[in-house]
Structures are given as structure tokens and as C-alpha cells.
């Protein structure tokens, strides 16, 4: 068979084509190619978990968390965290605030070894056993729960983070400047959300 100048041009560069597609596949990680696997950081993430006895996940807070009620915290319970952990901290938030994202309880230094908070968790803006509570939005040293306007109910995020480090604050930091100081030391995070409406 002959060919023609054009059609040799044409098989030239399908043969080109073949060979850099050929180059790349073989780059690419055994990984990639079966898909995309899960970093450790999610992997992480997918272990550690925190949880309530006092409300389902995404259930009602009863009111003895709450403003209307003695306004005092729920217990929480989490999993061992990852290796390497320090210290855990603590957040709690309300996203549906009329006045954007409002923070209800600010804590760090939370021993690594700590499995679980009790109901009804000191205020003290530093216990015994090294844990640290900042202000929250309210101006208030420690947990102060729900208390949301007349209207649909809100969500309320509590959530905890395995670090790497144990954060040094000033007493009475808030939640920016917890937040600041975890950057580039989180291991996992895990959270458990409940709503409350009045």
C-alpha cells in the first residue's frame, strides 16, 4: 500500500499521540488509577467521632441545656483520636444566629487521654487537669447553651479536635483566637449537631 504524503502526516502524529498517552498513563500512581484514595487527614476524620447521650444527632436539645432551662452543658463522649495527639479543643456554634455564626462554649488543653465531658461541666476558666475554657459570644467563661429568637429552630455544632499541640492562650481568648492558634495542627475533627427552637 502507498501512501500519500497527508495520510503518512496523519499516522505520524496518531503514532506520537499513542506514545505520550502511553508516557503519561505509566506516571500516574497505582492510586489514581483505581481511584481516588482517602488522605490520612480523612481517614482520620472518618474514625474520630463525638457523640451525646442527652440528644440524638440532629435531634432536639432538651431544655436543661438551654437559656429557658439551667442552661448547664450536656455530657459528651468521643473515640480514641489519632496517634500523635496532644490535646483536644472544644467549639460550639450556632450558623443560624441573626447576627451570622455565634459561638456558645470556647475550650483547649483538653487532656489527650479525656474520653468524655460530664453534664453540667465546670465554668472554670482553668481546671485541675490543664483544660482551659476562653469567652463566647455571650462574654461568659464556658458553656452557656441555646438561645435562640422566636422562630424556626437552630442548629447547634458541637464539635472537637484532636491537635498536635496544646494551644497557649491568654485567659479569657475567644474563638478566633482559638481557631488561629490550630491552624496547621489539627489532626481530626469530629462533630455532633443538635437543634433548639423556642
Known amino acids: 500500500m502507498i501512501l500519500l504524503p497527508e495520510s503518512r502526516n ?11 498517552s502511553s508516557l503519561v498513563l505509566l506516571s500516574l500512581p497505582a492510586s489514581t488509577l483505581a481511584g481516588r484514595s482517602s488522605s490520612p487527614r480523612e481517614e482520620a476524620n ?5 457523640s451525646s447521650p442527652s440528644f440524638s444527632s440532629g435531634g432536639t436539645i ?3 441545656f438551654t437559656c429557658s432551662g439551667a442552661d448547664v452543658s450536656p455530657e459528651l463522649k468521643w473515640n480514641d483520636p489519632p496517634a500523635g495527639t496532644k490535646s483536644f479543643a472544644l467549639l460550639v456554634d450556632d450558623p443560624d444566629a441573626p447576627v451570622g455564626n455565634w459561638n456558645h462554649w470556647t475550650a483547649w488543653n483538653l ?3 479525656l474520653r468524655s465531658l460530664p453534664e453540667h461541666f465546670s465554668k472554670d476558666a482553668r481546671l485541675s487537669d490543664g483544660t482551659e475554657q476562653g469567652k463566647n459570644d455571650f462574654h461568659k467563661t464556658g458553656y452557656n447553651g441555646p ?3 422566636p422562630g424556626k429552630p437552630h442548629r447547634y455544632y458541637f464539635k472537637l479536635f484532636a491537635l498536635d499541640s496544646s494551644p497557649n492562650l491568654k485567659p479569657g481568648s475567644m474563638k ?3 481557631e488561629s492558634a490550630m491552624k496547621g495542627h489539627i489532626l481530626a475533627q469530629a462533630e455532633w449537631m443538635g437543634r433548639y427552637g423556642r
Open 176 to 178: 478566633r483566637d482559638l
Open 111 to 113: 487532656p489527650a487521654d
Open 62 to 64: 432538651p431544655t436543661k
Open 147 to 149: 438561645c435562640p429568637p
Open 46 to 50: 472518618m474514625s474520630f467521632t463525638i
Open 10 to 20: 496523519i499516522r505520524r502524529r496518531q503514532i506520537i499521540f499513542m506514545a505520550i
